[in-house]
């Protein structure tokens, strides 16, 4: 089974950007859809973006599209999620996701391997 870990959260103000990454061992990247999801406090955890094995498909949430684009490189067995014009709704733990199969998903449900998170925080 894919181990997963996250890098790149942190503090930042609103507008501002972030770029997280996943670094992925343990199996076969190229095998794998990956994702990124949030969990916010008290809140359950929702669907960020998504793509499959070669990146050539992606799903976005809508309240992401335009602002966040997720890539992956299968050379280095990363995922990585670049987040511009964050805004203080953004705050969240994210967390990256793996799913058999080659393609996307949006569904928490369909991932079977999950990082630990890294928590992204936006000021207003």
């Known amino acids: 089974q894919v181990q997963l870990v996250e890098s790149g959260g942190g503090l930042v103000q609103a507008g501002g950007s972030l770029r997280l990454s996943c670094a992925a061992s343990g199996g076969t990247f190229s095998s794998y859809g990956m994702g990124w999801f949030r969990q916010a406090p008290g809140k359950e955890r929702e669907f960020v973006a998504a793509?499959?094995?070669?990146?050539?498909?992606?799903y976005y949430a809508d309240f992401v599209k335009g602002r966040f684009t997720i890539s992956r490189d299968n050379a280095k067995n990363t995922v990585s999620l670049q987040m511009n014009s964050l805004k203080p709704e953004d705050t969240a733990v994210y967390y990256c996701?793996?799913?058999?199969?080659?393609?996307?998903?949006?569904?928490?449900?369909?991932?079977?391997?999950w990082g630990q998170g890294t928590q992204v925080t936006v000021s207003s």
């Open positions: 996701a793996a799913k058999g199969g080659h393609g996307p998903s949006r569904r928490v449900a369909d991932f079977g391997s």
């Open positions: 793509l499959g094995w070669n990146g050539g498909t992606k």
